[in-house]
């Protein structure tokens, strides 16, 4: 089969890679959309080690499994649990010791004609639901994970740092508590679709940032200028939400944290059926998150193009549906 | 009157102090006894810019005051709020936006003959509760303020990092939540006294502690090797309560923090109410803390025992009951 094959480095089109055989429990399906994930740039740039088919972000069809999932579209979660570690038995399955994860940690991923997932991972997709849209449930669900750690209240003042994918969908969801939202970011035409959905938004240096005014700030830059933001923007005994990783190591100030009581939480994968949910209901809005579209045949062009800074999702066709 | 006074990082002992006026709705208190903390010694380092007379630890006697509470023993919780900033509307008083803090920021403290403290600030201390524990009500309840944050239940695995003034209290109070307990440390003669009172202990590299093996770490040494064996010790998902401030910057792996969705809390000043219940009821034990005692005139030898590595609590003794 054909599929995008990550090595030292180097990303570039395979025709040999063989179909996957599923595992037992496993289900074989046929990838039909996948979108470029910052994590797979940073896969690129080797800030993780990792060789193999990268991306995680999919939408496909069942060929082999379950009778009831067979034909069937469907998104997965992607971290695949061994079930029987302390973490699985406590029910953090996320977390499990010994996971996998597609196209990420030891198992091949979606920038191919074909992958296999645990049968438990996969979720059908809505009828409502199309497929371009399907494919941004994980980092949908990533965005609710928020929801699942900290009570975000419509009486709270919520600043969300970064007007990227992520901070695109997490801007979107906290929306839809109430709550009194501001997303600030650097570029006007990428905040432009979310003042059109009535959230408040500020530019850069223009955006009047209130110091010490928000009951809970969200990093979602990956940079320690938005960490820095996210940070003054919080009042005494706030809560910091971290929803990207740093390359390299971040200098906190650590008394100051100490005096003000702050909380600082790391947040990373979230629940699927909800942002499933969310989806079908039209809550949240992901087309015009769509910068642009390449067949798997050009994914390393499209990787180049999802790495320019004006761009937000980049989706790879890859199969019929 | 008499007192220690502190200016550019010297510490002397000053005859000419005048005996402050309490403001309207303060109450002039005669100290009796007051403990050398670590932030008392931080402030001569000069971590913090500070010129007055330090001291925030202390049992005293009501001089003049509100009917009541004259002549009544009493402890007094540092921080001095203005009731009319948003933190204090908010109800985080502690917090407040304009305040002073006794014997450390725009407030002259404790090593003197007298102070003074807004009366709501005072808490008598109850007969059963000898002068030298009471002095001790300010670290509990700084020790407290970790259950005043975080659910610790019977079913965690906490982890204690540090066997210091703090570390001894923390342990001492989180034992009798009924959690599974380990403090670590590096004094063998300073664990005793926890294990004495069946708390489970471990010195330094002799101690196994089993990496990811907690649900909760509270790291009270102030330094990176506390902070890397505490955040070592946690399970993800878990909770690493930060009790002690650092000196300069701490470098973090905030994308491991990320991945593994660590919550890490700072934890500051406590409720005083619920630690004096519990010295009354003689849950803490606070004498074997005590290292040493010094009359106030010697108070500059009193905190150079103080800094002395094998040495807890110094006690200045500083007027009549």
Redesign the interface.
Known sequence: MKGLWLENQKLRLRGDLPVPEPPLHEALVKVVRAGICSTDLELVKGYYSYTGVPGHEFVGVVERGPGELVGQRVVGEINAACGAC??CRSG?RT?C?NRTVLGIVGRDGAFAEYLTLPVENLHPVPAQVSTDAATFTEPLAAALEIQE?VRVGPDDRVLVVGDGKLGQLVGQTLRLTGCDLLVAGRHPDKLEHLSRRGVRTGVGGEVEVEV?GFDLAVECTGNVEG?AQARRGL???GTLV?????AG????????????????????CGPFAPALRLLAAGEVEVRPLISARYPLEEGPEGFDKAAEKEVLKVLLDIGDE
């Open positions: 302390a973490p953090r977390h010791a750690q010490g960490f009042r005494p005994r971290l929803k990207s990783t740093y190591r971040l200098s906190v100030d650590a008394s100051a944290l100490v005096v003000d009581e702050i909380t600082v939480i790391g947040s990373r």
